[in-house]
């Protein structure tokens, strides 16, 4: 009963100008990468799923696109209830199958090529990653070069996967195969598109 | 029923606007890339821009600011009724000056006016498969973007230059991506090839009949394809526009009668209408004759919006070569 009704509630106040707002935020950020675009908490999902990254669910996933949950979020059963309820998005079996991956915890991730790369005909046809993360200056600095950013830009998401910066240098040479990164922090997010760069890591 | 709240904010309903985010998405991730989507039937026919309609629609929101442009007009058929179309079915503000928008909505030219970070120009493109005359079967196209295979594309450059001297493409002139993919940047003039290197404003394409996005995120390397010995070069016009005066825009000939009476004018009315509006530019009225060079140039060339209806644009017709 509980459940039901979390999962019922937390939706977009205002469903077509919150996921126009939130489409623009993750647009932004993906053409500029390692750019922090502020997104208010426009969705409110049950824990530990995050408002932004429910927002950024809410605006892109529908019976179109299979979600793959990481465990800690596939133990939730209302978090799988609200995605369902406002989404209508199917649940992925493994994470090849999936368009979209939400992950709670990212340092516990599986590897990234673990995810759907696309194909080369087909690059496209990939997973887009949502992290959460706490946010994005208090972690390791990564430094990005690459299409989108006009000399260099620095994001220091936390939490980030192990081995993030040689699983991503893997992701760059599959190109333009790979996946695609939005960090969800409280109130913004920035993105890491497959052809950005991360140059050195920074103590 | 005039009712217009029978419609969406922006036309299209929202599943329809998530599926081209998502290709807008994509496309931003892998620049120069076609992403296929599932293009609408929308209430004008294809060739007006509806890939163009599409994407502006999926992005629009209240608080932006629209500007609609055709062959560099804004007072052009095509581009007065998708501004009152987005006028109606988002109450957006809609502007003619390249600065104040947020978004621009172009058919075949980039502004003359250099465009900021946070802006978005969202092209129409009628053939967004650059390699589509050279081979007319779209799984082969495919596989050769998939290989990066693009001897075909400098073969038919390497034809020009046999028959021509030169290369002569003029327009939709093919360019390299980020270094991998080859584009059509669609049927804008060459001369618009370079304002695409590199721009601070996220460039959008829609291609409606042939339901592909695509993409070329900000500050991206977008070099036009050439040989060492024929670089690269943008069309050169002799005489400055007969309006403004302006030096170095691309300029469209206006015919002014049918006695070989013809001027030069610039092909951004916005940037002309600017420029003549701005009292320290030196005005033109002197300088038309000598362009024009016809008997009709020398009767006062007032700058009249009518004008701007009728001429024939350059690179209409030719896309369905």
């Known amino acids: ?203 | 029923m005039t009712d217009i709240a029978t419609y969406n904010f922006a036309y299209l309903d929202e599943q329809t606007k998530r599926m081209i985010r998502r290709a807008i998405l994509k496309g931003i991730a892998i620049p120069g890339y076609q992403v296929p989507f599932a293009s609408r039937e929308m209430p004008m026919p294809y060739g007006w821009g509806t890939g163009g309609v599409q994407v502006t629609a999926s992005i629009i929101g209240p608080d932006d600011v629209l500007k609609v442009i055709d062959q560099g007009a804004d007072d052009t058929t095509n581009a007065v009724s998708i501004r009152a179309f987005f006028k109606k079915v988002a109450k957006v503000a809609v502007t003619t000056e390249t600065a104040k928008a947020t978004i621009i909505q172009t058919r075949h030219r980039i502004p003359e006016h250099p465009l900021n970070a946070g802006q978005v120009l969202v092209f129409q493109v009628p053939i967004p498969e650059p390699l589509r005359f050279l081979e007319p079967r779209e799984t082969e196209t495919r596989k050769m973007h998939a290989l990066e295979e693009y001897g075909l594309m400098h073969v038919k450059l390497y034809e020009d230059i046999a028959r021509h001297g030169r290369i002569a493409t003029t327009y939709a002139y093919p360019v390299k991506v980020e270094g991998r993919y080859v584009m059509d940047p669609s049927p804008t003039p060459k001369f618009d090839n370079p304002k695409m290197h590199r721009s601070p404003a996220l460039q959008l394409f829609g291609a409606g009949r042939e339901k592909r996005i695509y993409a070329v995120p900000p500050f991206t390397d977008v070099v036009s394809l050439d040989f060492e010995d024929h670089p690269f070069e943008v069309q050169t016009f002799d005489q400055p526009c007969a309006l403004c005066a302006a030096e170095n825009v691309y300029l469209d000939e206006v015919i002014l009668d049918d006695h070989g009476g013809h001027m030069f004018v610039c092909s951004d009315t916005d940037h002309c209408e600017k420029r003549r509006a701005d009292p320290s530019s030196p005005l033109s009225e002197g300088r038309a004759e000598g362009a024009g060079g016809g008997d009709l140039a020398a009767s006062p060339a007032t700058p009249s919006p009518a004008l701007r209806a009728a001429p024939p644009h350059d690179g209409e017709g030719k896309e369905a070569r």
């Open chain 1, 1 to 203: 009963m509980e459940i039901a009704a979390q999962s019922i509630e937390g939706g977009f106040a205002d469903p077509v100008f919150n996921a126009q707002t939130a489409f623009r935020a993750i647009m932004d950020a993906m053409a500029r990468p390692g750019s922090v675009q502020a997104l208010p908490p426009l969705a409110q999902p049950p824990a530990p799923l995050s408002a932004t990254a429910g927002a950024v669910a809410l605006s892109l996933c529908d019976n179109d696109t299979p979600i793959w949950l990481d465990p800690w979020l596939q133990a939730e059963a209302s978090v799988k209830a609200w995605l369902g309820f406002h989404t209508g998005a199917p649940l992925a079996n493994t994470p090849a199958d999936a368009h979209f991956a939400l992950i709670a915890n990212p340092a516990g991730m599986a590897a990234l090529d673990g995810f759907s790369q696309g194909t080369q005909e087909y690059p496209d046809r990939s997973t887009t990653l949502i992290l959460l993360t706490d946010d994005l200056v208090s972690g390791p600095s990564l430094l990005l070069e690459g299409p989108g950013i006009e000399k260099t830009a620095t994001i220091a998401p936390t939490g980030m996967p192990r081995h993030f910066v040689e699983q991503w240098k893997q992701n760059n040479q599959r190109f333009p195969r790979g996946v695609d990164i939005i960090l969800a922090a409280p109130g913004k997010l920035a993105c890491l598109p497959r052809t950005t760069r991360i140059k050195t890591m920074e103590a």
